[in-house]
């Protein structure tokens, strides 16, 4: 009996290599092998297939079958192979006649339940993008179109069952193509958020800082004591941000379609706000699993994670953030394969100022001796916290705040449209929000006038600086200028950057922290 062949793909991180399902069916003992790297849920699908075949009016095949996943050295998984497998049985048992252009040209995917129905499938918008790039069709779930048709350029055809599949490969019933315009492939709405800034009483100082990080693309430490609007601040981050454009938009589903949830068609198009607890593993964070699957951080690509009670986070997790906040990539790797994901994530934190809670606060009383204090600070290390660029005590809100009935400051919508002109500054003066700006050109945009260079010289002597919070600083004074449309840095703008970083202030006393600064650059006008 002729050997038949049906294009499919494999899973590897974010690349999707090609599988040639090969099989041929001969004469001996009925058996049914499956070789080439299966995993249990490949190899599972000989139940499936055979129950799928019989029950769809076929007749599965007395003889000895092999079917070869090739190439073979390369890990298969998911139930997707279901599909291609069916149908190279039928096709080598000359049961049905498949259009040589039919096969050529066209791959398949699909799960296969009991009856041949065909049943939902996760992973399909990687592979959508890579048969794209190949010139292949998709024949796939009809339930998982939407979600492949993200692909640019992808011709789809969805099936509901293995009758619909085999028919249409013998041209009896073609099966239509499902074709997304780019207007119809992006479900958006006007905000991430439908919460306001303007919810927030008072917390001017902090609502300027978020305004800050969102025009700048910069990481961000809140601290205050329980209650002061840490999290609700957090949580309007992403209606700041601008949209996704359709690349980004697509990178963002690739990743959630590799994760083990899987894509969400609602979410396409919206910027990620990732919240894990605090006692989330540092696989779960960064990524793992027998699979190497996407972690929080790469599911977090291009949006926000939030991570609420900072130091509550297990030492190694935190660590792990350091080399994805300067990259932003991670290589995730185990024993049996590596895999390499995106994670250009703009990292937002909150904590309290003491186990307690409420050090400092004249409302609350303190308990915690400096012992205690000292060892909750050391939890987070001194290098992670050189790497969040914006560092800010939100204080207690006033009562004279909260009862406040009219509310004071930009709304969202005004906040976005002012983070938006500075955003599309830095994209036409170097191609990268500022806090992804590359060292070597921060000396070539961020560098202040003259005035604020005294007070740069003069901060860096006093806070002893180190060279990464000296670029960070340039950076959000650079970010402070784009949103006064300044040419330059002033000092000003480098002053309020330095007010940013309240642990590269801890060493000044009171009277010499902002006030100080201020004070040098007026006696260098």
């Known amino acids: ?71 073979a050295d390369l890990p298969k998984e998911g139930g997707w192979f279901d599909l291609p497998i069916a149908l190279g049985i039928l096709v080598a048992s000359e049961q049905i006649k498949a259009l040589p252009e039919a096969l050529s040209k066209t791959e398949f995917y699909g799960e296969l339940a009991l009856s041949g129905e065909l049943k939902t499938t996760r992973g399909l918008l990687i592979a959508a993008v890579h048969a794209t790039q190949a010139d292949h069709d998709l024949v796939i779930p009809q339930v998982n179109a939407d979600e492949a048709n993200r692909a640019p350029g992808a011709i789809v055809r969805g099936a509901r069952s293995l009758l619909d599949v085999c028919a249409h490969i013998e041209g009896v019933r073609a099966l239509d193509a499902m074709r997304v315009g780019p207007g119809a492939k992006a479900v958006r709405a006007d905000s991430n958020d439908p919460i306001d800034l303007t919810d927030i009483r008072g917390q001017t100082q902090a609502k300027r800082a978020l305004m800050i990080a969102a025009a700048g693309g ?145 409302r609350g009383a303190c308990h915690c001796t400096p012992e205690v204090v000292a060892r909750y600070k050391r939890r987070i290390s001194g290098p992670l916290l050189d790497r969040l660029d914006i560092q800010i005590e939100v204080p207690r809100v006033t009562t004279r705040d909260m009862y406040e009935l009219k509310a004071t400051g930009a709304n969202s919508r005004e906040a976005a449209a002012m983070v938006r002109g500075a955003r599309e500054l830095q994209a036409r003066r170097q191609g990268t929000c500022n806090a992804r700006l590359p060292i070597s050109d921060v000396s070539r945009y961020c560098t202040p006038d003259e005035q604020g260079l005294v007070v740069l010289k003069k901060a860096t002597e006093s806070l002893h600086l180190s060279a990464r919070g000296y670029h960070r600083v340039l950076r959000i004074a650079r970010t402070i200028a784009d949103l006064a449309s300044a040419e330059r840095p002033s000092w000003e703008h480098v002053a309020e950057a330095i007010g940013l970083r309240k642990f590269d202030r801890r060493a000044l006393s009171a009277a010499d922290d902002i006030p100080e600064a201020l004070v040098i650059g007026q006696e260098g006008r």
């Open 1 to 71: 009996m002729p050997l038949a062949s049906v294009h499919c793909r494999a899973q590897i991180g974010l690349n999707a290599p090609l599988v040639d399902v090969e099989v041929d069916v001969g004469d001996g003992l009925p058996a049914l092998a499956l070789v080439g790297l299966p995993a249990t849920v490949v190899k599972e699908s000989r139940e499936r297939v055979r129950a799928a075949i019989v029950n769809c009016g076929f007749e599965f095949p007395a003889g000895r079958i092999i079917v070869n996943l090739a190439p």
């Open 218 to 362: 910069h990481s961000l430490l809140f601290i205050g004591v329980p209650g002061s609007g840490k999290s609700t601040l957090a949580r309007r981050l992403p209606g700041l941000l601008p949209r996704l454009s359709e690349a980004e938009s697509l990178a963002v589903a690739a990743i959630a379609s590799a994760s083990i949830a899987g894509f969400d068609a609602r979410s396409f198009g919206l910027r990620p706000f990732r919240s894990p607890h605090h006692t989330a593993s540092a696989a779960s964070i960064v990524g793992g699993g027998p699979q190497a699957r996407p972690g929080e951080i790469s599911l977090a690509h291009h949006g926000v994670l939030f991570l609420d009670e900072l130091p509550e986070f297990d030492r190694r997790v935190l660590e792990a953030l350091r080399e994805p906040l300067e990259t932003g990539e991670i290589c995730v790797s185990r024993a049996a394969r590596s895999a390499q994901y995106p994670a250009a994530f703009q990292l937002i934190a909150a904590m309290n100022p003491c186990p307690c809670g409420y050090l400092g606060d004249e």
